[in-house]
């Protein structure tokens, strides 16, 4: 499993689509919220399978996660969509993976070679903790390996 988040923090840093002034979190209250977006072959075949993810040409996922403290997720309820140049959307349906005392919420979804997407997030933070729904977006160019 801790090869499978070590994927996604390398992915990160190696993608070339990110300018050097982009921060890969957004703060909001106490909390900060990790996101990233990737192609799902980036992930090896068995990682993949123990978390009934489907790799394949197209297939991407984004990584959300909320944190006060780092290395310790915070519950959240995490809805949101993902759009193409077109304007043509796809529902984000995300599930959480916990690890010791990280969580890390994860969606599905499908793309074309060298799409242009807009992922529109809305994160509620469920520690008992009075927080408001915060949103915010994010754009990455998605290609297919």
């Known amino acids: 499993m801790k090869r499978f988040f070590l994927v996604i923090a390398l992915t990160t840093l190696t993608t070339p689509s990110l300018s050097l002034e982009t ?9 900060k919220i990790f ?5 799902s072959s980036f992930l090896s075949p068995e990682i993949a ?17 909320v944190m006060e403290d780092l290395a310790i997720g915070v519950p959240s309820s995490i809805t949101g969509r993902v759009f193409n140049i077109l304007q043509q959307s796809q529902k984000l349906e995300f599930f959480p993976i916990k690890e010791g005392k990280s969580i890390y919420y994860l969606a599905p979804f ?11 997030i809305i994160v509620q933070a469920n520690d008992g ?3 408001y729904p915060y949103d915010f977006k994010f754009q ?5 390996d």
């Open 140 to 144: 990455k160019k998605m290609y297919h």
């Open 49 to 65: 399978a123990s978390n009934d993810i489907v790799r394949g040409k197209g297939k991407g996922m984004v990584n959300i996660s």
């Open 110 to 120: 499908t793309f074309e070679n060298e799409d242009y997407l807009t992922f529109k």
């Open 35 to 39: 996101f990233t977006a990737f192609n």
């Open 129 to 131: 903790k009075a927080s």
């Open 23 to 31: 921060k890969l979190y957004k703060e909001h209250d106490n909390y």
